[in-house]
């Protein structure tokens, strides 16, 4: 269980949990919503169809959506006692800082419902 958010958090390849799923990093803006072809270490096809990754679209509607909430959550339990206002500042700033890192964890995340773990690939990409 560690193993598969960890791996998720660092934007991994569902079935190795070692391959980078992105082309380049979340928040460089070059390769922004780029996602590999295939995996660099057990080279599974990530783009299963065409337009595979729009489904992550309701992922990362349901992150952001939880973060908000959590964030309101989070002020509430620390005293903060922000009226409407600046609720709504501090969850909008939060969402567009973090929005690329949401974007590419959402791809993470939808590619891992359709791609199962493979210990074997695992074990198969430590040995490369
Ligand atoms: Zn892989």
Same mark, same amino acid.
């Given at each position: 269980?560690?193993?598969k958010?960890? %791996?998720?958090?660092?934007?991994?390849?569902p079935r190795?949990?070692?391959?980078? +799923?992105?082309?380049?990093?979340?928040? @460089? #803006? /070059?390769?922004?919503?780029?996602?590999?072809?295939?995996?660099?270490r057990?080279?599974v096809?990530?783009?299963?169809?065409p337009?595979?990754f729009?489904?992550?679209?309701?992922? %990362?509607?349901?992150l952001?959506?939880?973060?908000?909430?959590?964030?309101y959550? +989070?002020?509430?339990l620390l005293?903060? @006692? #922000? /009226?409407?206002?600046?609720?709504?500042?501090?969850?909008?700033?939060?969402?567009?800082?973090l929005?690329?890192?949401i974007?590419?964890?959402s791809?993470?995340?939808?590619?891992?419902?359709?791609?199962?773990?493979?210990?074997?690939?695992?074990?198969?990409?430590?040995?490369?």
């Amino acid at each position: 269980m560690k193993g598969k958010l960890l %791996s998720i958090l660092r934007l991994k390849c569902p079935r190795c949990r070692k391959g980078k +799923l992105l082309v380049g990093h979340p928040y @460089n #803006l /070059n390769y922004f919503n780029k996602v590999n072809e295939s995996c660099p270490r057990c080279k599974v096809h990530f783009k299963i169809e065409p337009s595979f990754f729009y489904g992550s679209m309701y992922v %990362s509607y349901g992150l952001g959506v939880g973060m908000s909430v959590a964030l309101y959550v +989070l002020q509430l339990l620390l005293g903060l @006692n #922000l /009226n409407m206002i600046q609720n709504f500042i501090l969850i909008c700033a939060s969402l567009i800082i973090l929005m690329p890192y949401i974007n590419a964890l959402s791809k993470v995340l939808w590619a891992g419902f359709f791609i199962p773990y493979d210990a074997e690939a695992e074990k198969n990409s430590n040995s490369k």
